[in-house]
């Protein structure tokens, strides 16, 4: 299956924000949306300059106090962010965030931010069609 298959139920709507937006500025975004990531795109919003989560906040605030949340998203952003595009496959996907412990993954279809998948998109996902492979099973066995 591809990733477009979980863009299609859930939607293709990405919050960005500006690098040098406060960190205070994000966690404001965060919790407005109910969300636990926003992408970084400092051109159109289209583009993906980096990515920042509750976590890198979290790591921060540990570090330096709370001094960070008058600070830039760019001092706490992750820089070096995987992405993938629609046609790829929801199994690849998978493991890449298994391996690379990450959460969220921007989609990118010619170097333009489409949407953004998240753990719980995938888990999401993944429960839907096993409850729909059961309940197939289940009515063939019962004919």
């Known amino acids: 299956m591809k990733i477009s298959e979980i863009i299609r139920s859930k939607g293709d ?5 500006r690098s040098e937006q406060t960190v205070g500025e994000l966690l404001a975004l965060l919790a407005e949306h109910g969300i636990g990531a926003v992408v970084v795109s400092d051109d159109d919003g289209e ?3 980096g990515i920042v989560s509750e976590r890198d906040v979290v790591r921060h605030l540990s570090s330096g106090g709370s001094d960070i949340l008058r600070g830039p998203v760019s001092a706490i952003m992750t820089r070096e962010v995987y992405c ?3 046609e790829d496959q929801i199994e690849a996907l998978e493991r890449t965030m298994t391996e690379r412990r990450i959460r969220h993954v921007p ?8 949407a953004i998948v998240s753990i719980g998109d995938v888990v999401k996902n993944r429960i839907t069609n096993l409850e729909n492979e059961r309940s ?3 009515s063939y066995i019962n004919q």
């Open 13 to 17: 709507t990405v919050i960005t924000i």
């Open 136 to 138: 197939q099973l289940e």
């Open 84 to 86: 993938c595009g629609h």
């Open 107 to 114: 989609i990118v279809e010619d170097g333009r931010l489409k």
């Open 47 to 49: 583009s993906v300059g």
